[in-house]
């Protein structure tokens, strides 16, 4: 299929019945700092609380009875494997899902939560993609990849439909990037409607794969994962990298140390948690703020399932 706003249209018809229309807060204090206007989009009050639940129940509801009949696996660090298994419970088929034994508890335990059947991993895509064949070969399961699929990538671009309908046009709109299914259905969204827009992707710096792909043009595979923000440890896909390279305008590089001091500001100011992941794009934007003074920017907090316990011995 095509990605464009037509496909994000029909998927946020499709979804919107079993999603939230999230939020799109702002903080005085946080605009003074940055020099700029900026809007969050605070996904962080979604549905298993994240964004991932756009793309997996647009993945799920956009099967057929024969591909769903033996159910949907996907391998994911927590937040897309929780969405896939609420995105099945709602079809009424099982989950399986993959996740590295080095995810959070929280979000570990969210997954039997939300009724998966949990097979644990390494952490390396290799280690989740061979445990997920494992499964695929004795379930007969569906493949709900992350963000290697088109119609993922469409559920979670009506984040950015939602954003826009409240904002108008934006200067600037800024994602955190992993696997790239968020940055690039925001990128794709964006562009197609306000083309002067600038897209930017915030990434640790220890896990820059994304940013590496890009400026030397080709694929760059997963580097060990370190960085605080778990849910940017993986790497863009084929798919997705050559979507970033056509909408995407930049990669910007950020310290966990300036992941924690944005997260720290979002919990302070505007009184919402947070998970690091999520303060990736404002930690990009801070470094940039003399790029975008004076502008309107867009950021998507992407979610908030966060070990309390963990996290605030972070600050």
Not at 10 to 17: E, N, T
Not at 160 to 178: S, Y
Not at 202 to 212: I, Q, S, V
Not at 263 to 279: D, F, G, N, T
């Amino acid at each position: 299929m095509i990605i464009n706003t037509h496909e994000i249209r029909k998927a946020h018809s499709r979804i919107k019945q079993y999603i939230n229309r999230t939020p799109v807060l702002s903080s005085k204090s946080i605009n003074n700092l940055v020099g700029a206007t900026i809007y969050f989009k605070c996904e962080n009050f979604q549905k298993t609380v994240s964004f991932k639940i756009r793309g997996a129940t647009n993945a799920v509801f956009s099967l057929n009875d024969e591909q769903a009949k033996n159910g949907v696996i996907t391998h994911s660090s927590g937040n897309h494997g929780a969405a896939l298994a609420q995105a099945a419970c709602w079809r009424g088929i099982k989950a399986y899902v993959i996740t590295p034994h080095l995810s959070p508890q929280v979000k570990k335990d969210a997954l039997k939560l939300y009724g998966a059947e949990v097979t644990f991993s390494d952490a390396m895509l290799e280690s989740r993609e061979a445990e997920t064949k494992k499964v695929m070969d004795r379930t007969g399961a569906e493949l709900i990849h992350p963000y290697n699929n088109d119609v993922v990538i469409c559920g979670q671009g009506t984040a950015a439909l939602e954003l826009f309908e409240e904002t108008g046009e934006l200067d600037f709109v800024c994602t955190p990037v992993g696997g790239g299914g968020i940055l690039n259905g925001t990128a794709i969204y964006a562009k197609e409607l306000f083309p002067n827009i600038s897209v930017f992707g915030g990434e640790p710096e220890l896990a820059k794969d994304a940013y590496l792909s890009l400026k030397n043009g080709k694929l760059h595979p997963q580097l060990p994962p370190k960085t605080v923000a778990d849910g940017l440890r993986t790497a863009m896909c084929e798919r997705t990298f050559r979507l970033a390279q056509k909408y995407v305008d930049e990669i910007i590089l950020v310290s966990d140390g300036e992941i924690i001091e944005a997260m720290r500001l979002v919990w302070q100011r505007m009184k919402i948690i947070i998970e690091p992941s999520s303060a990736t794009p404002l930690a990009a934007i801070i470094k940039s703020k003399k790029m975008v003074a004076g502008k309107k920017v867009g950021i998507i907090i992407s979610g908030g399932n966060v070990d309390l316990k963990e996290v605030l011995n972070l600050f």
